[in-house]
């Protein structure tokens, strides 16, 4: 709401929808800061554990814990760069591909972190009706630009809740954040 009241106060040009988009895009900005404060303090727990905690088949939906969070970097890359962009992912950054390690985890986080935030940062509210077309598996297959980055948010939700559940098992508390503890932490306005 305080976007809305905002864009409609510095410009009474912008038409509804464009004013829903802009909303809409801030909702987006900080559902995605909100995941990449929260991803960092996963990283800690899992740099915490033992190789054999990490690496352990757990009959998830990726084989350990430490697949299951390259899977969310490997979701980024996926949607961000082959899908949106257009740029062909690494032969060797498959779906499903295991992680070698957490040093391997850590270092892709460090490239991903950034770069996920810097692509959020730099869409405009028009960005998110556009539709896209790619080949996916050699048929053809569209996407909104809006549905692409709510799946992402999504998608890294219903992992890190079977990352929880994983950790609960070897008795081990996950960082779990709530939106108003992540916005004291990070001191945005609650």
Not at 97 to 112: F, P, V
Request: proline share 4%; with cysteine; charged share 30%.
């Amino acid at each position: 709401m305080y976007v809305v009241a905002t864009l409609t106060e510095e410009s009474s040009e912008l038409t509804n929808e464009e004013i829903r988009a802009a909303a809409d895009l801030e909702s987006i900005r900080e559902w995605f800061s909100y995941n990449d404060h929260v991803r960092k303090k996963y990283l800690k727990v899992l740099e915490s554990l033992s190789s054999e905690q990490l690496t352990k088949d757990t009959g998830a939906s990726f084989p350990s814990l430490l697949d299951i969070s390259a899977h969310i970097f490997f979701a980024y890359r996926l949607w961000l760069k082959q899908m949106y962009s257009g740029v062909p992912l690494d032969e060797s950054d498959s779906f499903g591909r295991k992680c070698a390690s957490i040093e391997e985890l850590r270092m892709d986080a460090e490239k991903m972190n950034p770069y996920i935030m810097d692509f959020v940062r730099k869409l405009q509210p028009q960005d998110l009706g556009r539709w896209i077309e790619r080949l996916r598996d050699g048929k053809p297959f569209s996407f909104n630009v809006e549905n692409m980055l709510w799946h992402l948010i999504e998608e890294e939700l219903q992992h890190r809740g079977e990352i929880n559940a994983l950790l609960w098992q070897l008795n081990i508390d996950p960082p779990i954040t709530g939106w108003g503890t992540w916005k004291r932490e990070t001191g945005s306005k609650a």
